[in-house]
């Protein structure tokens, strides 16, 4: 499994491309992310799905259950 961060100072251009959210949600489910929440002690992880409605939350867990 490869783990590739995404903070909030390069989230727009993580790998010199730039995202907008809705790209970067869209990768997530494409490349079967786990995005990380460092400061949510409840939903520490999660990963995405594509609905109906957009990209949504599918499975939320602890870190250390991976």
């Given amino acids: 499994m490869k783990l590739t961060p995404i903070n909030a100072e390069n989230w727009k251009t993580h790998g010199g491309v730039v995202f907008e959210k809705e790209g970067i949600l869209n990768k997530a489910v494409e490349e079967q992310y786990i995005l990380l929440f460092e400061h949510d002690h409840q939903n520490e992880c ?21």
Avoid: P, Q
């Fill in 46 to 66: 999660c990963t995405v799905k594509h609905t109906v409605k957009g990209v949504r939350l599918n499975e939320s867990f602890a870190l250390d259950s991976i």
